[in-house]
């Protein structure tokens, strides 16, 4: 789950994926949440800009990518000042 507030904006992670097998992996990597309201950034090593909703890349057999994630939400609470909670899915697709 999401949590933000007013002083916390965005939600941070790092997904750590690694190819297991033994050929090439190629690697779709999406976002969503339950009220479609979170925007989804994903970083990879050695890309120029964050990719906004989804990004692929390919995998070496053996090989670990960290994935950055920032998370954040479109729309603020309009009352109070407690944190909202909001959950989330991020999807990764082998293929």
Same mark, same amino acid.
């Given at each position: 789950?999401?949590?933000?507030?007013?002083?916390? $904006? %965005?939600?941070?992670l +790092? =997904? @750590?994926?690694?190819?297991?097998?033994?050929?090439? *992996?190629?690697?779709?990597?999406?976002?969503?949440s339950?009220?479609?309201?979170?925007?989804?950034?994903? $970083? %990879?090593?050695?890309? +120029? =800009? @964050?990719?906004?909703?989804?990004?692929?890349?390919? *995998?070496?057999?053996?090989?670990?990518?960290?994935?950055?994630?920032?998370?954040?939400?479109?729309?603020?609470?309009?009352?109070?000042?407690? =944190?909202?909670?909001?959950?989330?899915?991020?999807?990764?697709?082998?293929?």
């Amino acid at each position: 789950r999401l949590q933000t507030s007013w002083r916390r $904006a %965005t939600a941070n992670l +790092v =997904a @750590p994926l690694t190819n297991h097998s033994n050929t090439n *992996l190629y690697v779709e990597i999406d976002g969503a949440s339950a009220h479609a309201d979170q925007r989804f950034e994903f $970083a %990879t090593p050695g890309a +120029v =800009a @964050p990719q906004i909703g989804r990004t692929s890349f390919m *995998l070496t057999p053996g090989q670990t990518m960290h994935v950055a994630c920032r998370i954040t939400p479109q729309s603020r609470p309009l009352f109070g000042l407690g =944190a909202r909670k909001t959950p989330f899915r991020i999807s990764a697709h082998g293929a």
